[in-house]
């Protein structure tokens, strides 16, 4: 009996070991400190009124002095593929509005539940030469039909309103995240 207590210990570490070296090493694939810019006008994904509540409304801004501390994202990338896009001000998730979202939702930020109603893809933008331009259309998991696109200039034009409509390749629908080490 004393020989298979040292026996049991010794296959248990090995496992462990076994385990240890077979299971993927996951790096951060969150990225902070991101502004998310739109082709079409240069505007940069803010938050209404720089609001960090429950529900404020993604606004994209056009005024280039207007520095909100609502216009950085953290992108978080998930084991599936699809994004995350959280404000770091507010401390909550990109979403649209409504849980079956349609053309004409508005795009809020909500507590981070991990729902597939947080979950973005990207698709890279149509290129002739194929090469890579750094810009792409955002749609949301629980419709793939729709991407986020600029509205209409609101405040003198100083900001543009946000809303989900067909995903189509259009500068309005176009983004990127820049940071200090560049864009995507």
């Given at each position: 009996?004393?020989?298979?207590g040292p026996?049991?210990?010794?296959?248990?570490?090995?496992?462990?070991?076994?385990t240890?070296?077979?299971?993927?090493?996951h790096?951060?694939?969150?990225?902070s400190d991101?502004?998310?810019?739109?082709?079409?006008?240069?505007?940069?994904?803010?938050?209404y009124?720089?609001?960090v509540?429950e529900?404020?409304?993604?606004?994209?801004?056009r005024f280039?002095?207007?520095?909100y501390?609502?216009?950085?994202?953290?992108w978080?990338?998930?084991?599936?593929?699809?994004?995350?896009?959280?404000?770091e001000a507010a401390?909550?998730?990109?979403?649209?509005?409504?849980?079956a979202?349609s053309a004409?939702?508005?795009?809020?930020?909500?507590?981070c539940?991990?729902?597939?109603?947080?979950d973005?893809?990207?698709?890279?933008?149509?290129?002739?030469?194929?090469?890579?331009?750094?810009?792409?259309?955002?749609r949301p998991?629980?419709?793939?039909?729709?991407?986020?696109?600029?509205?209409?200039?609101?405040?003198?034009?100083?900001w543009d309103?946000l809303?989900?409509d067909?995903?189509?390749?259009?500068?309005?629908r176009?983004?990127?995240?820049?940071?200090?080490?560049?864009?995507?």
């Open positions: 009996m004393p020989r298979i026996f049991l210990a010794t296959t248990a570490l090995m496992l462990a070991g076994l240890a070296v077979s299971a993927p090493a790096a951060d694939t969150s990225r991101q502004r998310i810019i739109n082709r079409m006008d240069g505007s940069r994904l803010a938050l009124g720089d609001g509540g529900g404020a409304q993604a606004v994209s801004l280039p002095p207007w520095i501390r609502t216009a950085k994202w953290t978080i990338t998930k084991s599936d593929g699809y994004w995350v896009l959280k404000n401390g909550k998730c990109l979403q649209p509005i409504n849980g979202p004409n939702d508005l795009v809020v930020v909500k507590t539940d991990g729902s597939a109603l947080q973005w893809s990207r698709v890279k933008e149509d290129t002739v030469a194929g090469g890579e331009t750094g810009w792409g259309r955002l998991r629980t419709n793939t039909a729709l991407a986020l696109t600029l509205s209409i200039y609101q405040g003198s034009g100083v309103s809303y989900l067909q995903d189509q390749s259009s500068t309005d176009l983004w990127r995240a820049v940071s200090g080490n560049g864009p995507w």
